[in-house]
């Protein structure tokens, strides 16, 4: 009887393991999506910001904005346009889903408002940095933001004192040298103009995607991750664009400047076709991240969305450069080296790159 009883437990046991490695190999699967879809993302949205009213905006004659209109005051217009669309997709999802009544109940909680700071601090600031920053210098800027898991590790240490070990710090070595290595375009005179004010711009992204990092990897921990993507998307695009707008509209000498942009935009068919794509990528990408995290552990999760410092500049270049034929989207060598180089230092920072292989043979 007790050899029977045994047996069962080994092959219970054993049952057990198979559906765990099963859906830990799923997670991983999941947020290397995530990272990919950010990649897709980030072509599509400045494929927007290239179409319609964005044409006269941008052409010879800058339809009589200021430089510091078209620098700023345009990037956050598509980063808030792209937002939007993006929070219109979360809802619709929570919607279909039967959880609309849970989100509205959730935000008013404590991790809901943990999770509103994250967004002010994540869509107004970061993401508008983001767009900025690819509209200054390119793609190769993509991988200089791909340094806030990084960031998010040192903040993690000085904010929570959490561990930064031995192994971590040679993580955010790698991504530091990996960033110094992009940096030497501009010192070889290949970089184009404005390139080095666009990198200064992604590391503030950077900067404020480690910190959204920290902070909502608390509140996301104890609620629905689909709610708190939900959360994360309707404040960040109506954010920026009842804030940080006007804010620049006032800088620009003209408050009403970003409410008329604004309305010239969505009055632009050819290009919210792209918006709402690129919005569609957006939350797909946000919400298999959070996923991802839950099925193969946050630290895995976050090196598999980190491998967007690839995939981005890859699909800028393919969407933007060979497909629709907008020159400056390629990249040198150096910087495609230092793409794959920043997503080894995320893995590195993350987790011991030697316990895939353990897990491996564990099953």
């Known amino acids: 009887m007790n050899q029977v009883t045994g047996a069962a437990n080994a092959s219970a046991i054993a049952a057990k393991n198979k559906l765990s490695a099963h ?21 599509f949205v400045i494929l927007a ?47 279909v889903k039967g959880k609309l009544g849970d989100f509205f109940r959730t935000i008013n909680t404590k991790p809901g408002r943990i999770m509103v700071i994250a967004a002010l601090v994540g869509g107004p600031i970061s993401s508008t940095a983001y767009v ?32 930064l070990n031995k192994r971590m ?16 375009t501009y010192i070889t005179g290949d970089a184009p103009e404005g390139m080095l004010l666009g990198i200064a711009i992604a590391f503030i992204a950077a900067l404020g995607w480690g910190f959204e990092g920290c902070v909502a990897g608390y509140g996301t921990s104890m609620i629905d991750s689909e709610i708190g993507i939900t959360i994360r998307q309707v404040i960040s695009g109506p954010s920026t664009l009842i804030i940080l707008l006007p804010l620049f509209s006032i800088m620009a000498g003209d408050v009403t400047l970003s409410t008329d942009l604004a309305v010239q935009v969505i009055s632009s068919g050819t290009s919210m ?7 569609f990528c957006a939350f797909i990408s946000y919400m298999f991240w959070y996923k991802g995290n839950g099925m193969c552990g946050a630290a895995l999760g ?7 410092s690839f995939w981005g500049p890859f699909s800028c270049w393919i969407i933007l450069g060979v497909i629709f034929g ?4 390629g990249m040198p060598p150096i910087a495609w080296v230092a ?13 011991n790159p030697m316990d895939l292989f353990r897990k491996k043979e564990e099953k």
């Not at 791909?146 to 959490?162: D, E, N, S, T, Y």
């Not at 710090?169 to 030497?184: D, N, R, Y």
């Not at 976050?302 to 967007?308: E, K, Q, S």
């Open 132 to 163: 900025v920053a690819m509209q200054m210098a390119g793609s190769i800027v993509i991988p200089i933001t791909a340094l806030c898991p990084a960031i998010g590790a040192i903040l993690a240490r000085v904010l929570f004192k959490q561990e």
């Open 273 to 279: 076709i792209w918006f709402a794509i690129a919005g």
């Open 326 to 329: 907008i020159e400056g989207w």
């Open 23 to 43: 859906f830990f190999r799923k997670g991983i699967r999941i947020a290397l999506i995530s990272g990919l879809m950010y990649g897709l993302y980030s072509a």
């Open 49 to 95: 910001m290239s179409k319609g009213v964005w044409i006269d905006w941008y052409g010879p004659n800058t339809a009589g904005l200021s430089v510091f209109a078209i620098t700023y005051l345009l990037g956050s217009l598509g980063s808030a346009i792209n937002y939007t669309c993006s929070a219109v997709w979360a809802l619709l999802n929570v919607g």
């Open 339 to 351: 793409a794959v180089m920043m997503a080894l230092g995320i893995l590195v920072i993350a987790m």
């Open 169 to 184: 710090m040679l993580g955010i070595a790698i991504c530091v040298a990996a960033s110094f290595m992009i940096g030497t």
């Open 302 to 308: 976050m090196a598999c969305n980190g491998t967007y």
